[in-house]
């Protein structure tokens, strides 16, 4: 009995003893790999046109399957150069196959999610710098990004809101168009690791001298925008 018949007799019938560990691995390495998905998603741009069922997942269950197979010697290795079609090929009758095809699905379905997030929050970046723009065109101000509401006040003194942000600027140089373009590279910059939508808000220096900040909960990015 060659290694793979030995191990289809050893499963049967039962929910392979190695499902769970291996579907975490493959949720927590998707995860952890999210600026790699972005990258590779950016680099289709619009040539994707959706005719692959996922970015990154392959990748993903190909690596996790070769470290857990190394730390067990008892799994097959079933990778053997194309990829997880082997796998599917070499079990196709085996009940390993319905717990592949289930983790794969589940992955595929985080990627989406992921990209989702990702598109909805190019979206708000694209709104939030149109606002800003618009309202640089239309008025010569920028629309306070902490209440969304008011305009800046912004003079070469101090740059102020009715909502209560106020930051000096005395011999910072500081106009519109330079506090146009903070805001808008603090933005881009978060965008590039994170697809959540950022905050912004006031914060005081160790000697009590306020600054606006840009900030995310879910990445812990923070940063000095003026």
Same mark, same amino acid.
């Given at each position: 009995m060659d290694a793979v018949q030995k191990h289809r007799s050893m499963y049967k019938g039962t929910t392979p003893p190695w499902? *769970?560990? /291996?579907? &975490?691995?493959?949720?927590e390495r $998707? &995860?952890?790999s999210r600026s790699r998905l972005l *990258? &590779?998603?950016? +680099?289709?741009?619009?040539?994707? !046109? !959706?005719?692959?069922?996922?970015?990154?997942?392959?990748?993903?269950?190909?690596?996790? %399957?070769?470290? $857990? +197979?190394?730390?067990?010697? #008892?799994?097959?290795? $079933? %990778?053997? @150069?194309? !990829?997880?079609?082997?796998?599917?090929?070499?079990q196709q009758e085996y009940d390993e196959l319905s717990a592949f095809e289930e983790i794969q699905q589940e992955l595929i379905a985080q990627e989406l999610l992921i990209l989702e997030e990702y598109n909805n929050s190019l979206? /708000? *970046?694209? +709104? /939030?710098?149109? #606002?800003? $723009? *618009? @309202?640089?065109?239309?008025? @010569? +101000?920028i629309i306070c990004p902490v209440c969304h509401a008011n305009n800046l006040t912004v003079t070469s003194h101090f740059t102020s809101c009715p909502c209560g942000l106020y930051v000096n600027t005395i011999g910072r140089?500081?106009?519109a168009e330079v506090l146009q373009n903070l805001l808008e590279e603090r933005v881009t910059e978060h965008m590039e690791?994170?697809?959540?939508n950022p905050s912004f808000s006031m914060a005081f220096n160790t000697d009590g001298s306020p600054n606006l900040m840009i900030s995310c909960k879910v990445c812990d990015y923070l940063s000095v925008v003026l």
């Open positions: 499902k *769970e560990t /291996y579907r &975490k691995r493959c949720v $998707l &995860k952890n *990258e &590779k998603f950016r +680099q289709m741009g619009d040539d994707s !046109g !959706g005719s692959k069922p996922s970015l990154l997942v392959h990748e993903v269950m190909e690596e996790e %399957w070769s470290a $857990l +197979q190394s730390s067990n010697h #008892s799994l097959p290795s $079933l %990778w053997t @150069g194309n !990829g997880i079609t082997d796998v599917f090929t070499a979206r /708000y *970046e694209e +709104q /939030y710098i149109n #606002s800003v $723009l *618009e @309202g640089m065109e239309v008025s @010569g +101000q140089n500081v106009t690791e994170c697809v959540h």
